[in-house]
């Protein structure tokens, strides 16, 4: 988790054209109780849910083709929205590649695609230059890994030669915010799972990254849920 502060307003940007898919179907079963009664997504941070965090900074760089693909307690959502311009559709239980599969509407264009449980303060614009200049079918945001421990490194007499508390390793981790290509989304939709085309992209040699050094808070736990509380307390309304 970072508590930086997200990216400064972006008026004054261009429209970024791009049709946003929210990853909302999960049940949330590390979460419960809390999810007994409300899907992940309407879970409250700093007295509001997930969900909006997410479209505000969608909406903050005027990406405002919104899609969620719901599916646990998909009704929530679609009363949550029912007076905006964000489509809702209960895309059902079922795997990630399946759920993008129903809501492909053949769009020759790039698709965005993220998931309605993390926040993060992606620069949209940066990642779309990203994606066009690295000339691949996709790209995927990465987020540094920081280890929950303090490490020690051991020379060959067993003794302590240097330690680190919590540091930053030389790994990334996935945290969505995909862009995908026309190409990048077939093979999506006619994969029989979303980790096995993102295996596929790699073995291709098809998957950029974009590196994310910002803010990121993945809402798994109860225990994440306390850091999103620390992590959002520097965010600004935007949009």
């Known amino acids: 988790m970072s508590t930086q502060k997200p990216a400064a307003s972006t008026q004054g940007k261009s429209s970024i054209s791009l ?8 049940k949330g079963v590390r979460l419960r109780p ?26 903050s760089e005027h990406i405002n083709d919104i899609t969620l693909a719901a599916g646990y307690k998909a009704e929530m959502l679609i009363e949550h929205f029912r007076n905006s311009d964000v489509k809702v559709v209960d895309t059902g239980d079922q795997d990630i590649a399946h759920r993008i599969r129903q809501l492909d509407d053949g769009s020759a264009g790039d698709t965005l695609v993220l998931y309605g449980d993390t926040l993060s303060d992606v620069d949209f614009t940066g990642l779309l230059e990203s994606h066009r200049r690295a000339g691949l079918s996709a790209t995927v945001t990465v987020w540094p890994l920081r280890s929950s421990f303090g490490l020690f490194k051991i020379d060959d007499q067993s003794r302590v030669a240097s330690y680190e508390e919590k540091p930053v390793l030389d790994r990334w981790i996935n945290i969505g915010y995909f862009v995908f290509s ?3 989304l077939n093979m999506v939709c006619t994969s029989s799972s979303f980790e096995g085309a993102l295996r596929q992209l790699v073995a291709d040699g098809a998957l950029n990254a974009f590196p994310h050094h910002g803010l990121h808070v993945t809402v798994n736990t109860r225990s994440e849920l306390e850091d999103a509380e620390t992590a959002l307390a520097g965010w600004e309304s935007v949009g």
């Open 182 to 184: 026309r190409a990048a």
């Open 19 to 26: 049709r946003a898919i929210v990853l909302c179907g999960g």
């Open 34 to 59: 809390l999810t007994y009664d409300v899907p992940k997504p309407l879970i409250q941070v700093r007295g509001r849910p997930i969900i909006d965090f997410i479209v505000d900074h969608l909406r």
